[in-house]
Structure formats: C-alpha cells, structure tokens
C-alpha cells in the first residue's frame, strides 16, 4: 500500500497533492481526522504530516505548520551547504589541474576555452570587458564582504547605464551588512529595476556570471588569479547555486525576518549560530563581512542578554534558546524567550564549541575587513574593486558593471 501510494502521489511536504492537502487542511482545522481520511492519501502518513494519536488510535493527528516549515527550511539549507562546498571541491580541482602546466600540442580549441586561467590584472581585466561588452541579456553577481565603497560604485556607473540601456537585466547578492552603505541604496535607486539586489547572512565567494554563459570566480586566495569559465556543464551549476541562494536572500527593501528574542539582532543571531559550529572570532567576521572588532562587540552583547557569564556558558545558552540553528530553522525554540543567567554545567553541549569572543586577541581595525584590502573581480551593477585579482567589473575599464 504504502509503494503504491508514493508512485500515485510522487511529492514532497513543500508541494501537496490536491487531495493530500484537503485532508491535511482538514486535519489542522479539527485537531485530529478518522484514520480512515488517509486511505487515499498515503503521503500525509509517509511525509509525518500525520501521525497517531496516542490517545486513540483509530484517529490521526497533524504534524503543527511551523514544525513542518521547520524542517523544509532545513532540508534547503542543507541543500545550499552541500551545494558550496561541492564548489568550493571544484575551484580547488581546477587550481590543482592549472598547475599541471599547459595544453600540449593538438588541444581542440573548444577544450582550451572551455575553463581559463587568468594570472594577473590586466588579463583578467581584458576578459572581463570582453563578457561586458558581449553581454546582451543578463548579469548575476555574488558579492561578498562587507559595505560597498561609493567611490567605487560610482566609477563604474556610465558602464551600468550602457548596460541597462542595452536592456541588460542585473540580479546582485550581498551579505545583510551590505544594507549599512548609503553608496549601494543609492546607486539601486538609481537604477531603477534594472538591477534587484537580495542579501543573506552568508554568500559564497565571488562569482560574476554574463548571459549565462560565461562566468568568473577567484583562482586563489589573494586574488591575484580568476578562472574563466564557459563549460556548459560547470555553467549550469553555477546558475543553480546562485538560483537556490537567490531563493533564500531577503530583497534589499524589505526587513530583515524577526529574531523573535528580545534584545538579539539579527546579526547576532546569525553569529550565535556559527559560534555553535565552533568557529573561531576571525572566521566567523569574514563569512558575515563585518570586522572581527565589531564581531565582539556583537558576541558581548549576546552573552549579556544572554545571561552567560563566560564563553562556555554562552555555548549553553545559545542552544537552549535555539539559536545554534541558522536563521528560520529555531523560531519556535527562540519564541520560548530568554531564561536569566543561571550557571550551567561547562560539560553541556555547545558550550566548548563556542571559541574565541570578546577580549580573545588583539583589537581589530574599526574599517570592514573586505573594503580596502580587496583587489580584483567584483561582480555587482556598478563599480568594484575587489575580488578576481583586478579593480572589476566596473571600475575604471569596461569590465562588467556591479557593485563591489
């Protein structure tokens, strides 16, 4: 009965069949349905959206709405992370293949092009300008790092109105600390909607993608070297990853979701997160683009509202109230509140986990920590400076418009 059922009703939880959701529907409305509802609907028992009441086992219960969005917001996120670090495999694949030298005699051109290095500035500026000026249809950018520059937006401004006048659409991905730059609001405004900007509290490194068939990402980690690529396959997969992270960013004109903790940012949220992963102070400032200064300066003010008297105590605490889960994942656990600081035992989970914090290690520069050391492609609609090696796209040449 039950494999029947799966071949007749082949979806998931996120995408219900007519039948499944009347009864479902039915079943949160009432409290509970006759087990005899579900006959012709084996997924809602195959997907957990009902189960037995204990009480009566004749009668099925609903799985609540909020638990079920709990658990497909983090099969995507799940998705999502396996998707960056397949990519982050394939970027150091290609570095190691590089390294073996050139193509030896008799390579098909296609090959070659195929997936190019570009070692140095200028070349990877000369390529860039090539995809710009070809560019007839659409840019997708990844930005990562922290406020963009406004100098650096408006540099390449002319090169944004050129494209938007060729009817150039522009789709851009920045980290939430992104919103802070007056530069960026104005230059969106400016733009009109020839260019939608979205951000998340992580993005993945940079990524500059024209007409969906060309695409540029850092060769190394100081930036001095991009890859060009135009393989179909690896095109393809890159678009998704982008796609998928576009499904999750929050648009530039609207709030950030609601942390449901009094006292707790969204930031902070995000931080008490990766601090439950057990990252380190600097790690966890260069993911969400910010300073490692201001990243302390966050991590006190959690372990005040938190009540946590030292870090291992903070690693308690962020997981009694749900926070160690990415944002959207723990808004029922969170919504519980924030108990006051009563000692826990330094053995709980988590606690170890949560490494470097306030007073660990010398003071940081105030400036963000991806502006000015930054140099190379950096995708965006106007202006750059920053990431495949060069001044991007944008910058001062005819490299593809986006903001840095």
Known sequence: M????????????DRL???????????????????????????????ALLHPDPDDMEWLVPTSPQEVMTRLLR????????????????VAAFEWYAGLGGPARGTSAGEGAAIRVLDGASRIQAALDAATEACTTEVLTVQPGGI????????????????????????DLYNHVARHGQGLLNYLELMGDTVEARTLDEVIDRLILFDRTVA??????????????????????????????WRLGVPLT???????????????????????????????????????RTCRAHIARLSETLGAASRTQLGVRIAQVGLDRPSGEGESAAATGVAGGAAESA?????????GGPGSGATESASAP??????????????TGASLGVPAPGSGSSAAPAPS
Do not use: K, W
Request: charged content about 25%.
């Open 17 to 47: 069949c007519e039948a499944g959701d009347r009864v479902y529907s039915r079943a949160v409305r009432r409290g509970r349905v006759p087990r005899t509802d579900s006959e012709a609907v084996p997924c809602l028992l195959e997907l």
């Open 2 to 13: 039950a494999r029947h059922g799966a071949q007749e009703h082949p979806h998931g939880a």
């Open 75 to 90: 099969g995507v996120y799940d998705e999502v992370s396996a998707s960056q670090r397949r990519m982050g495999s394939a």
């Open 216 to 245: 540029f990402i850092p060769a190394n980690t100081d930036r001095t070297m991009a890859l060009e690529l135009r393989h179909p396959a690896l095109i393809s997969y890159l678009v998704t990853v982008f796609e998928r992270l």
């Open 347 to 355: 053995s709980a989970p988590h606690g170890a986990a949560v490494t």
């Open 254 to 292: 609207a709030p950030l979701p609601d942390t449901r903790i009094e006292g707790i940012s969204h930031r902070e949220q995000s931080i008490a997160a990766l601090l439950a992963e057990g990252h380190q102070d600097a790690v966890i400032a260069e993911r969400l683009g910010i300073s490692v």
């Open 370 to 383: 991806h502006g000015a050391a930054e140099t190379g492609v950096s995708g965006g609609a106007a202006g």
């Open 148 to 171: 963009r520059r406004e100098h650096e937006l408006s540099e390449g401004l002319h090169r944004a109105l050129e494209l938007r006048g060729r009817g150039v659409r522009m789709r």
